[in-house]
């Protein structure tokens, strides 16, 4: 997997891919962008360009050099991440710990790295920083680290990775060349979830449309899971006025615990956003299979009842998660009120 195979990001990773060609890569890049769209691929690209004996500048992902850096076991890619991700990952077990493996990055853990970067490389005079992912770096952390960054040592390049670049210092950022990764378009994540999962391409567009631009999102979400999605929006647009058993049949389905009601009012916020914009042309839904559904509901509400929509889930929402209310009477209370509100 070399930078060259990153998909749906040509903008970054063409800016990469010149700057390595033209021998002017910053010595510090932040690779910024929403998660599970490809920046920790392409950091790793980065490193097998660095470093590959065969394909200099490129990374051929074949030698043994560039596969030891694809698992993260190259003596001159050093690697900074939270312990609790190193055990997930398999790179340290429990037992290497003496503590309870902890979840951000450590100023310890800065401090020994600094002091690999002042040796020499094992392999090759030039070695890697992978900041995978910066922002778990806390603020101690961070401090440490913009020592690094302001006097680097030579023949070091730093790749910071990052979703959530507001958490990073400004001071840390401004020493940065940054690089902007965007969500993925959907046709990708489609074919790939596909190819990955075996689905057919309608339940492929289907996770693909509910994963908004991330493949790891995307992989995370099962077919199942799609399926109760729907019956919590099926059973949402059968309740009706003239029926009020439909009402207490929703919260039925709905409310039985506090985790299913704050899922399910989340799917219906993303549902009645489709609602709301499924009338206008190349609307994008989050539902797409969905689609007849949609709009069928939205030709039945006007504005005022598609408000009054969004105002029953977000009270439903805060008095569940915030004011610890009964699920099960807040999911019957929506739906009674959104069935009188659809009375004519
Ligand atoms: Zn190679």
């Not at 979830?193 to 999102?217: F, H, N």
């Amino acid at each position: 997997m070399t930078l060259a195979a990153v998909q749906g990001q040509a903008r970054a990773v063409g800016a990469l891919r010149s700057a390595l060609q033209q021998g002017a890569l910053p010595h510090a890049c932040l690779l910024a962008g929403p998660s599970g769209v490809g920046k920790q691929l392409a950091a790793i690209g980065l490193a097998q360009a660095l470093l590959c004996p065969q394909a200099p500048g490129e990374g051929c992902g074949r030698c043994s050099t560039c596969q030891r850096v694809e698992r993260l076991a190259h003596p001159d890619v050093l690697w900074l991440m939270p312990e609790e991700e190193q055990v997930r990952r398999r790179l340290a077990g429990r037992s290497d710990f003496t503590h309870v493996p902890s979840r951000d990055v450590r100023v310890e853990q800065v401090r020994q790295l600094q002091e690999r970067l002042s040796l020499r490389g094992l392999e090759s005079p030039r070695k890697v920083v992978l900041v995978l992912s910066a922002e778990a770096m806390n603020p101690a952390a961070q401090n440490a680290f913009l020592k690094t960054l302001e006097e680097p040592p030579s023949d070091t390049t730093l790749v910071l990775v990052t979703s959530a670049p507001d958490r990073l210092l400004p001071t840390l950022r401004s020493r940065c060349v940054r690089y902007g990764f965007s969500p993925l378009p959907r046709a990708l994540v489609a074919a790939h979830l596909a190819k990955a999962r075996g689905l057919d391409p309608a339940q492929a567009e289907a996770v693909a449309a509910l994963a908004d631009g991330s493949l790891e999102r995307a992989l995370a979400l099962d077919p199942e899971q799609l399926e109760r999605r729907r019956a919590t929006i099926r059973a949402f647009e059968a309740v009706t006025g003239e029926d009020l058993r439909t009402a207490l049949r929703f919260a039925e389905l709905t409310g039985t615990s506090r985790d299913e009601a704050e899922e399910a009012l989340g799917v219906l916020a993303m549902w009645v956003r489709d609602v709301a914009v499924v009338p206008f042309s190349g609307a994008t839904l989050f539902h797409p299979e969905l689609r007849s559904l949609a709009t069928t509901a939205a030709a039945r509400l006007d504005e005022d009842r598609l408000h009054l929509r969004f105002r029953l889930l977000d009270e439903a929402q805060v008095a569940i998660s915030k004011r610890n209310a009964s699920p099960r009477l807040q999911m019957e209370r929506l739906a009674l009120e959104m069935a009188e509100g659809a009375r004519p």
